[in-house]
């Protein structure tokens, strides 16, 4: 569906967050990274004003600017000095009466607890594997191996290492032991699917549409534990999972396939709230897909696999930013919403 926006009626205001006590080198990373974005965008025609978020204070960042006038593009993954928070900013945003890209605070709450999104996924007959929740490390007649095991309320693949994909009743234990006593947390316990890996980009509010999905590709990999994206195979260049994986873009599917994968993502984007653009983590087994996770508002820089997805498809990274942006314009007066 055509997003008839101009986006010199636009102004965008890029909100990222910069925590003070990061390293040089980090916030310098962020900092490229946002003025990417930032000029892209401006690219495209939309008047575009980047504005960091130093400390908790959102609302005096905020205070500068016209929410009438502004669509805010939440590039802002939290507020330094708060784990966790990206709900909060989104809640901050609401609150002053701001218009943004993604999803809601209320969704945003909703997904930083796994338990939650899995019941959700169960509810609404969406495909996932089996699994359960553990407080104190037992196994309790689990009984499904491999199984992995995973902090219900982390998020980028933290604390996930090949020690979290388990083989036996003693080595699950020790695993739920290590996530309860490390993240201080309950530990989601899952039955591992050893098959392929599908990150699926999708975008769009009632009419949902999937981008070329792309396939994590573990075929140098030999050990059942060894095939799943660790924390490092996304953020530690020169580790073994990072420097192992290869990424199929797009994923070889037959049409079939590619139907299936596209109706299990978009129910997926749908029960859990996602608006205006999302990623879904899938595996398949057996001709089944199975929703490992979903990605509200996901890493959408220009080497993710949001943005290299929509490259395939034929987007600038300028336009995805702009097809963002005016997604969020219909809920403003500018693109006819309230």
Request: hydrophobic content about 40%; aromatic content about 10%; some cysteine.
């Amino acid at each position: 569906m055509p997003l008839n926006i101009d986006p010199h009626d636009v102004p965008v205001l890029l909100l990222y967050n910069l925590d003070p006590s990061w390293t040089a080198r980090e916030q310098g990373e962020v900092i490229s990274a946002s003025s990417q974005l930032g000029q892209a965008i401006y690219t495209i025609g939309h008047p575009t004003t980047l504005a960091p978020v130093l400390s908790d204070d959102l609302s005096t960042v905020l205070a500068l600017y016209d929410p009438s006038v502004y669509i805010v593009f939440n590039w802002c993954e939290g507020l330094p000095g708060i784990p966790h928070s990206d709900s909060l900013v989104a809640q901050g945003l609401e609150r002053q009466g701001f218009v943004f890209t993604g999803a809601s605070s209320a969704t945003l709450a909703f997904s930083e607890d796994k338990r939650r999104v899995k019941q959700s996924l169960e509810r609404s007959g969406i495909p996932t594997p089996i699994w359960r929740l553990y407080e104190r490390p037992r196994a309790d007649g689990w009984d499904k191996f491999p199984a992995i095991v995973k902090a219900v309320g982390e998020h980028c693949s933290e604390g996930l290492t090949r020690e979290s994909v388990v083989m036996t009743e003693a080595e699950l234990i020790r695993r739920i032991a290590y996530v309860v006593e490390t993240f201080h947390q309950p530990a989601l316990v899952e039955e591992f699917i050893d098959g392929r890996e599908f990150h699926v980009s999708i975008w769009g509010n009632g009419h949902v549409t999937m981008l070329p999905p792309a396939e994590m590709d573990f075929s140098l990999f030999t050990e059942v534990q060894d095939r799943l994206c660790t924390y490092d195979a996304k953020f530690v260049p020169g580790s073994v999972h990072y420097e192992g994986i290869r990424t199929l873009l797009p994923a070889p599917l037959n049409p079939e396939e590619l139907q299936t994968l596209e109706e299990v993502c978009r129910a997926a984007y749908i029960a859990i709230g996602c608006r205006d653009y999302g990623r879904i983590d899938v595996r398949s087994r057996g001709g089944a897909f199975y929703v490992l996770d979903v990605n509200p508002n996901a890493d959408i820089s220009v080497d993710a696999s949001f943005a290299c997805a929509a490259e395939v498809a034929g987007y600038s990274y300028g336009e995805v930013g702009s097809r963002i942006i005016r997604l969020a314009a219909r809920r403003h007066p500018v693109g006819g919403g309230a």
